[in-house]
């Protein structure tokens, strides 16, 4: 195993669209490459997911997309990686939970008709990272026989759930306070964003979700086999 960083590292990670590289990069990685595991060097850094003063960048908006909704148990479906030019589409499932990552590098939007196949109604709720937006809850799409279609915004990332919910052990979430109230320094700074994205992950248990977690398990195609 090694780890990456990408684009470069001469570049802010705060600058948009140049930090959509990032989105396309993992989506290269899992949907092209079959990658099981994607890793990240450095954490803290003026180009990198965190920046120097602890806030993330548009680059770690870019990776949350993936990370934050696409948790422990998920597994990569069979997607149209790119249904049209410049426009990227990968998908996960975990027991009802459904995921797509949506990414729109074009100047204009892209008007894609997304299909789960034996799926019913249901609604999908979104959220967004773009020049103005950082994992901003965007809005909710209705999804009828299975088939819904949602405008993907110029230049953005857009996630569309069926939700299951991930909850840490509280175990886990203890030590997580621990680690974040005593960790400090450059040295730490991975361990304290462990830590705030297990907390995270409790925090979003209260985030506005579509009815869709009532689809029924095996709704959508198996996953594809890994190599």
């Known amino acids: 195993m090694t780890e990456v ?4 590292s001469s570049d802010s990670a705060v600058l948009w669209p140049q930090a959509l590289d990032v989105g396309e990069h993992i989506h290269r990685a899992l949907v092209d490459g ?7 060097w450095y954490i803290r850094r003026s180009h990198c997911p965190m920046r120097e003063d602890g806030q993330i960048s548009k680059r770690g908006a870019d990776m949350a997309h993936f990370a934050k909704w696409v948790r422990p148990g998920y597994s990569r479906m069979t997607a149209t990686g790119n249904p049209q030019s410049n426009a990227c589409i990968s998908a996960f499932k975990s027991g009802s939970g459904i995921v797509i990552v949506a990414i729109n590098e074009n100047t204009s939007p892209v008007d894609p008709v997304f299909t789960i196949r034996d799926t019913g ?8 990272t773009s020049a103005s937006a950082n994992l901003d809850l965007y809005n909710d799409f209705a999804i009828s026989g299975g088939t819904f279609n949602a405008q993907l915004t110029p230049r953005a990332v857009v996630p569309r759930l069926t939700p299951t919910a991930y909850r840490p052990r509280r175990a886990a979430v203890e030590l997580a306070r621990v680690f974040k109230a005593v960790a400090s320094g450059e040295a730490a700074s991975a361990v304290i964003l462990v830590a705030e994205e297990v907390l995270d992950v409790m925090q ?6 579509g009815r869709a977690g009532s689809t029924p398990a095996g709704a959508c195609p198996a996953p594809e086999p890994r190599p």
């Open 34 to 40: 079959r990658f099981q595991t994607y890793v990240w």
């Open 5 to 8: 960083y990408h684009p470069n």
């Open 204 to 209: 979003r248990v209260n985030v506005p979700r």
């Open 121 to 128: 109604s249901a609604t999908a709720s979104t959220w967004l």
